[in-house]
């Protein structure tokens, strides 16, 4: 048991520098499309030869092929939440600088109009 | 009437009082912008009426975001100093005079006011509590050495109006405002200010509840930057 511990602290611990680190460079966007293409090529993997799955399992330190699923199916779903997070963040971010740039246009107008009478 | 400094005033749903803080405002004060921060109430037609300068969001961004409009639309003002001020009325137009007083002397960019130097008039004791932790943390994560950090009564001058830039729209603002006083070496001191908290400004304030959104907003805010 004690390797899959650790692969999977690791893992999660690396994920969330990964998702943390804020900036979105193409080399970022690039590497979770690559991880996306990995998880569904398993996926295909582990339907057409189940046993294989509980062989790999075995061979982590896990008892059942569906136990490691279970796993890797969390850590997606955390790094999910997580990325979804600060983009969600940051889009705020974007709309709220445009609102403020409406709303300042919008009080200088009125300066203006104001100061011309 | 000092007509060298611009009161900058967040409003979120203060419709029965905003008009009565402007006004005591306006007796000393020439430049007064209230930005209305999408209020539902009608905030919005007691500042018109005030005769204050309105900047009007056209949603709801929090207090962070209305506080940077409003520093954004002074600086178009033809003065040297700001000042933040909250709209619930539980400052008081003394002590920013003081805070304006120290920094005409030039030798602070920024000054903050604090309850815990000064007086808290009727503060529950749970909120004390909450506040203390929050201080604690907040020190902390920027590095100052400061008895009260969130709260809404500051005096700066020009340099730190051009060159701050918040970005955290909720109450998360207030630590952000340190950490930027931090990374930039602004020149800060701290000054005794009196609060009082009303019956209406205890219901209005913060609830204790939201110290896990700014504590997890600022956490966060520190790992991004890496």
């Known amino acids: ?117 | 009437m000092n007509d060298n400094v611009a009161i900058i005033i967040p409003v979120y749903n203060e419709a029965n009082v905003i008009a009565g803080v402007i006004n005591d405002l306006k007796k000393k004060f020439k430049y007064v912008v209230c930005v209305d921060d999408g209020s539902k109430d009608g905030s919005k037609v007691e500042i018109s009426k005030s005769g204050s300068y309105l900047v009007e969001h056209p949603i709801n961004m929090g207090q962070g975001a209305a506080l940077q409009t409003g520093i954004e639309f002074a600086r178009g003002l033809p003065v040297d100093y700001f000042v933040t001020f909250d709209a619930d009325g539980q400052h008081r137009i003394k002590d920013a005079e003081a805070m304006l007083k120290e920094l005409a002397k030039g030798k602070y960019d920024v000054i903050l006011g604090s309850r815990f130097l000064g007086d808290s008039i009727g503060m529950k004791i749970s909120k004390k509590i909450i506040l203390k932790m929050a201080i604690k943390f907040s020190n902390i994560t920027s590095g100052l050495k400061l008895t009260d950090t969130h709260n809404g009564l500051r005096a700066f001058n020009r340099i730190f109006a051009e060159g701050i830039q918040i970005t955290l729209p909720d109450m998360a603002h207030a630590s952000e405002i340190l950490e930027i006083i931090a990374e930039k070496k602004y020149r800060y001191l701290e000054m005794p200010v009196t609060i009082e908290y009303t019956k209406y400004s205890m219901e209005k304030g913060q609830s204790m509840i939201n110290a896990i959104n700014i504590g997890v907003d600022t956490i966060l805010r520190k790992f991004s930057k890496w």
């Open chain 1, 1 to 117: 048991m004690v390797i899959i511990q650790i692969v999977i602290i690791a893992i999660a611990l690396g994920l969330l520098l990964f998702v943390f680190s804020g900036k979105q460079t193409y080399t970022v966007r690039a590497w979770k499309k690559i991880a996306f293409c990995f998880l569904i090529f398993l996926m295909i993997v582990a339907v057409i030869f189940p046993e294989m799955v509980n062989q790999i399992a075995h061979l982590f330190g896990v008892g059942r092929g569906a136990d490691l699923l279970l796993y890797i199916l969390v850590l997606s779903f955390i790094g999910y939440v997580v990325n979804d997070y600060i983009h969600r963040q940051n889009e705020k971010d974007v709309i709220y600088r445009l609102a403020r740039k409406l709303a300042l246009l919008e009080a200088n107008s009125k300066l203006d109009i104001k100061n011309k009478k």
